[in-house]
Every structure is written in C-alpha cells, then in structure tokens.
C-alpha cells in the first residue's frame, strides 16, 4: 500500500508553551502530523517549501532507505536542499520494518525551529508481537527555545562562542508551560489553549503502549508517570527483552516503547512529567496529564508533579543502557568484525571557534552532496583523504583541557567496505571547560547497529578481540545510543545498505559544530541518481544522468 502526503513547510506563530514566537511548521503544525504505515508499505511525501528565505531537507529517522539513500533527507550528505519559495520535492521510500519512528529537519537549526514528527510502522496482518496491550498512543518529547534559531546559529559560529543554553521549556506532545510572570510581555499568555497540557485519557484496567520518542535539541530527559511504572518492550524499532522502570531515560533521536496498566485508585488524575538530565537543568518539568475517565480530563492531579531522578545520577542511566537487551526471541548475534573505528569525541578551538571534532576533524559539508559527488565522479568536491581510525590513545588524557592543536575543519568521509562489520568505539574526554564531560546521543543514518558495551573512562581494550567487557550475545539493535560523559560506547554494524551515511551527534547544535562523521558503503551498487535530488525547479530537467 502507498501512503501520500502533501506537506507545505512554512513558518507560523506558535505558542506552545504559552509564549509566542515563530515555528517550522508542517501544514501549520509543530509537531507534524503522525504518518501511519504498516510493515512494507510504500509513503510518499511531497514537501513544498514555502519559507521564504531558507532551504529544507527532512530525514525519517530510523527509516533504513535501503535502496533509496536519496531519500534520506539530509542536506550536504544525500541531496541538494529545497530551495524555498515553493520548490517541491517528493520523497518515497519503504517502511520495511514495523516499530517506532520518528521525522525531522536536517538542515540548518530547523529540528530546533519546530520540524518533527512521529512515523508509526504496525506490524503487517497476521504478524504478532512479543506483548499484549489494549491501546496504542504516541508522546513526542521536545526541548523548547524562545531565541530565533537563527540568533542560535549566529552565536554558534561567532567569536565569541555564544552557546544556546538550557530551554526554556520542555514540550511533551507540543504542549508545555512557560511562567508568563518571568517575562513582561505581550508575547506570553498563560490562558492560552494551545499551552494547556496534553492529557491523555485512559480507563482503570487497561494497558497502554505508549510510543515515545524524543527531538530534543539539548536536553537527556526522564520521563514518568507518576505512580505507574512502565515496562520497556521496544528501542529505536527493536524488540527488548522486557524490563519494568519506574522512569524512562530517553535521548535526542531515541523512541521506546513502554507498556503501563492504567491500576491505580481511579477517581483523580495523575502527573505525567519530564524532566532534564545529563546536563544542571533550569528547564522547569515538563507536564501533561494521565487521566482516569470520566474524571475531567483538564482537573489537576491534587499532588505535586514528580521531579524525576537526580540530573547527574549517570550511574542510573548506564544502568538502564545496559539493561537494553534484545528480546530473546529476536536476537541476532552479531558476527565478528572486520575493522575498528575509534572516535575521539573533543571540543576544540578552530580558528578561534568553538567546534566539535572526532579525531581532531570537525565535520563540514562541501556545498556538492556526497552522493551526488561520488555516483557522478567529482573527486574535487570534497577532501578525498579519509579521516584517521583512531587517535593517539596511548598518550591521550581524556580528563584533562586538551588544547587538540591539530584539529580542522573538513568534509574527508570514510571508506567502508561494502558487506563488512565494523565496529566503532565511541570515546568520551574533557571538554574545554575544567572537569566538565557532557553526554552525546549518537545516531546513525542507514542502519541499526548493535550495542555492544558501556564503559568509565578510557575504552582499554580492542572490541575486536575482547569479548568479556562486551556483550555478543543478546546486544539490542537500536539507531541512537547515548556517549556518558567520560566513558565509551562500543558498537557494531553490518555495512550493508549500498550509499553515504552520517553518523552524528543527536544534539543539534553539536552537529551544527561539526560533531559527526559520514562514510560511503557499496556506492557503485546505488542505482541511478534521481534528477530531483539534484539543483531545483524546472533545473533538475537539465541535468543529463
Ligand atoms: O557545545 C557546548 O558549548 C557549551 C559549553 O561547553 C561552552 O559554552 C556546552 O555546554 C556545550 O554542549
């Protein structure tokens, strides 16, 4: 079955937390609408551009494209962008994997501006899961910043750095409150309806699965129900062995599944909260409310919102990371692996700006798209050395103010062989502030990839050879997996899905300074380019193939 949708990306007031300012909006929304598919079917979106100044491309997280790397919607890497004033692009591509999914902007600051959505994939008829519930419902997580992302970016690559800073609010399914009395203007409303909180509406005695997910531009957050706890059963589109949490940890680009059996006294409402970790939050907690029917569905729950774990309990993190395990019944071991790839992950000055770099490179995308690059043979349009496999481990303090004299600028990509198993070691240092290590959710484009381990401090091993730190058994298969400060994440995946990929930092301004990588896989085997990913307008009719 093929699912169209006509989407027009343009700029609208939005109030979502009471405070009004301007959104990336589809068809008037933020977030967009949730597209419905199930497992094998065929969406097609049509996305109209009618900002009237910037570009656009969006990426459908978690969504494989195998076959289809044009269409996975990330600008400098796979496409030329849309231009604005109403060029068209349509992209089409296969959901060939039931799970839980998600939609965003990946040009520029947009995620931050408002693009992003959900993309709920059902199993295809006949198929079951490993779990049972009654209803299905959605809860999209979102940071919110009042400062224009174009002030955002400004700062961003200005000297002197002027970095973001914590949101102002936190949205669960685009709704969140900011305390008007904290601003004197007439830009805040605080009886706004657009601000008042989600509620979700239950009955005593059923069980609900709850597909969350999260595009926050910052923020690690934990989410829970007050008094109800939740049992996780799926990760990024992927079975979990199930395991009950009383909050869920979830990071930029992470989606989860969690059952909760609606069991308590129900003649009053509960708190549904998030709240900031990772990093000292000043985000007031995000609400919505978990309402028994047929109490009034708006009535405030009597209690105190709950406040969540302690924002540096990184311990308490890990331990649900690790507890991520795939589902017994759906365990794919993954073979051995054929390369290693160990990323430094540094803040460092180039130029006198503040960047991120993996191995002393700070990524940067030429103005041609890779894809387009290497199908058509432009060895010009980008720095064909490959960026190095690994950083002087044995010298490297990751706990000290590194100066990381050597680091620059550069679009250089991997070269992966088609086929092979990688694995990648994620390895966290200092930033360059004085004992300060932050936590980066990292995501990749393409595929899923499985965790292997966690760690403190500096990885001691080659994952190639060591499998006691390691989990080879039942490691879950996910797309995005947290970086703890001052640790390691090692992973595996099967360069399997013939195009250009990136693999990034989930923190949009991470990525804005350069905190990802891309690598090429099999792109003899990508089949002709279309005319559509390539210049805009009537143009693409000019380019021969
Ligand atoms: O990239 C970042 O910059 C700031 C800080 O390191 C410097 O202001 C911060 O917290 C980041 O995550």
């Not at 805009?536 to 021969?544: A, D, F, M, V, Y």
Request: proline share 7%.
């Amino acid at each position: 079955k093929t699912h169209f949708h006509k989407w027009e990306v343009k700029y609208a007031y939005k109030s979502p937390d009471c405070y009004k300012k301007l959104a990336v909006t589809i068809n008037g929304d933020s977030p967009g609408p949730t597209i419905y598919a199930r497992q094998g079917d065929t969406i097609v979106v049509e996305v109209n551009n009618t900002l009237v100044t910037e570009n656009v491309a969006i990426h459908w997280h978690g969504i494989r494209q195998r076959g289809t790397p044009w269409s996975d919607g990330t600008e400098g890497v796979i496409q030329c962008p849309i231009m604005p004033g109403a060029d068209t692009f349509i992209y089409r591509f296969i959901v060939d994997k039931a799970g839980t999914y998600l939609y965003h902007a990946h040009y520029g600051m947009q995620l931050t501006a408002g693009l992003y959505g959900f993309i709920i994939v059902s199993v295809p008829d006949g198929v079951s899961q490993p779990f049972v519930y009654n209803h299905d419902k959605t809860i999209i997580l979102k940071d919110w910043y009042h400062a224009s992302t174009y002030e955002q970016a400004t700062g961003l690559s200005s000297i002197p750095f002027g970095w973001v800073g914590e949101p102002q609010s936190l949205l669960i399914n685009g709704r969140g409150r900011f305390n008007c009395s904290l601003v004197d203007s007439a830009l805040c409303n605080a009886t706004n309806p657009e601000c008042s909180p989600y509620s979700l509406s239950v009955v005593a005695g059923l069980t609900y699965r709850l597909r969350i997910g999260s595009l926050a531009s910052l923020s690690a957050l934990s989410f829970e129900i007050e008094n109800h706890s939740m049992t996780v059963v799926e990760a990024d589109g992927n079975y979990v062995e199930p395991f009950e949490t009383k909050n869920l940890y979830i990071n930029s680009g992470e989606t989860y599944s969690v059952l909760v059996t609606a069991n308590q006294e129900a003649t009053r409402n509960y708190w549904i909260t998030t709240n900031v970790v990772g990093r000292k939050p000043s985000t007031p907690t995000g609400l919505a409310i978990w309402n028994y029917s047929p109490v009034p569905h708006d009535l405030t729950p009597p209690t105190d919102p709950t406040t969540g774990p302690l924002w540096n309990d990184t311990a308490s993190q890990l331990s649900q990371s690790r507890a991520l395990k795939a589902h017994h019944d759906y365990v794919q071991t993954p073979p051995n692996s054929e390369r290693l790839i160990v990323l430094l992950n540094t803040q460092n000055l180039i130029d006198g700006r503040t960047r991120w770099s993996l191995n002393n490179r700070s990524l940067t995308f030429p103005a041609t798209p890779y894809l387009i690059a290497l199908k058509e043979g432009f060895t010009d349009a980008f720095d064909q050395k490959p960026p190095p496999d690994s950083y002087d481990r044995e010298h490297y303090d990751i706990y000290s103010v590194a100066d990381n004299v050597n680091a620059t600028a550069s679009n250089a990509i991997y070269r992966i062989g088609f086929n092979t198993t990688v694995d990648i070691v994620l390895q966290n240092a200092n930033t360059m502030t004085k004992d300060t290590s932050e936590t980066h959710p990292w995501h990749m484009h393409g595929h899923d990839f499985w965790v292997l381990g966690f760690g403190d401090g500096k990885s001691p091993f080659n994952p190639l050879n060591d499998t006691k730190r390691l989990n080879v058994v039942d490691p879950i298969l996910k797309n995005t997996v947290p970086l703890y400060p001052y640790g390691w994440t090692a992973l595996r995946f099967r360069a399997d899905n013939p195009g250009v990929w990136i693999f990034h930092c989930h923190i949009e301004p991470h990525l804005f300074l350069g905190m990802g990588i891309v690598f090429e896989a099999g792109i003899e085997k990508v089949g002709e380019l279309p005319k559509s990913i390539m210049g805009c307008g009537e143009t693409k009719r000019l380019i021969s193939p």
